[in-house]
Nanobody
């Protein structure tokens, strides 16, 4: 069974940086994407960034694309989200999620849509103080 564990959240001052880690276990083949979503209090969960393992394609929400970098260490089934120039509005619980890409001819299709993801981690809190 696939399990995802996030780490790396915490409290940081505005303008600071954090690196979130998502460790995946139970993954038996490499045809999948990992995405980061976030949910702030009183708001809907939104997609932040995603990476397709087969070809390394990356996808970003407009709100973070100049400040975040997603990467993967495929042999370790571990993905990272480097977040820089953090803002108070980045405060949220951050979740990683995995979807299989079997049948996808376009790995970017729905990359930041939560309904396309099959497995979810428990989340890690990111708080950015002003």
């Amino acid at each position: 069974e696939v399990q995802l564990v996030e780490s790396g959240g915490g409290l940081v001052q505005a303008g600071g940086s954090l690196r979130l880690t998502c460790a995946a276990s139970g993954v038996t083949f490499d045809d999948y994407s990992i995405a980061w979503f976030r949910q702030a209090p009183g708001k809907e969960r939104e997609g932040v960034s995603a990476i397709a393992v087969p070809d390394g394609s990356t996808f970003y929400a407009d709100s973070v694309k100049d400040r975040c970098t997603i990467s993967s260490d495929n042999p370790k089934n571990t993905m990272y989200l480097q977040m820089n120039s953090l803002k108070p509005e980045d405060t949220a619980v951050y979740y990683c999620a995995l979807r299989w890409l079997i049948g996808y001819t376009d790995v970017g299709r729905g990359a930041l849509r939560e309904e396309t993801y099959d497995y979810w981690g428990q989340g890690t809190q990111v708080t950015v103080a002003s």
